[in-house]
């Protein structure tokens, strides 16, 4: 079992930039395929980037590519999602995701394990 927990979330300015955590319980946190998506009100959980278990490959939508970044510190079982050049249309509940898997994971029927989620709210 993994639970995880984000935090980081809140009011931003378009252009502005924000620094997302997620801290996974438990000791095999390497082992873990780990995904961010996020959920605009009225509209279905959708990808937005997801790192490999160990390799540090990763992968982004084509709407968030060049603007966020993926990464992972290991030894403190945190996932981290920076993001940039903040738009109105980021605004979104964000959520991280785990699964136990060597492959970059990008669609919600892949991860396992889910978080409760962190706002972020975007003004124009």
């Known amino acids: 079992q993994v639970q995880l927990v984000e935090s980081g979330g809140g009011l931003v300015q378009a252009g502005g930039s924000l620094r997302l955590s997620c801290a996974a319980s438990g000791r095999t946190f390497s082992s873990y395929a780990m995904g961010w998506f996020r959920q605009a009100p009225g509209k279905e959980r959708e990808f937005v980037t997801a790192?490999?278990?160990?390799?540090?490959?990763?992968y982004y939508a084509d709407s968030v590519k060049g603007r966020f970044t993926i990464s992972r510190d290991n030894p403190k079982n945190t996932v981290y999602l920076q993001m940039n050049s903040l738009k109105p249309e980021d605004a979104a509940v964000y959520y991280c995701a785990a699964a136990r898997s060597f492959r970059v994971l990008t669609t919600t029927q892949m991860y396992d394990y889910w978080g409760q989620g962190t706002q972020v709210t975007v003004s124009s």
């Open positions: 790192i490999s278990q160990s390799t540090g490959n990763t």
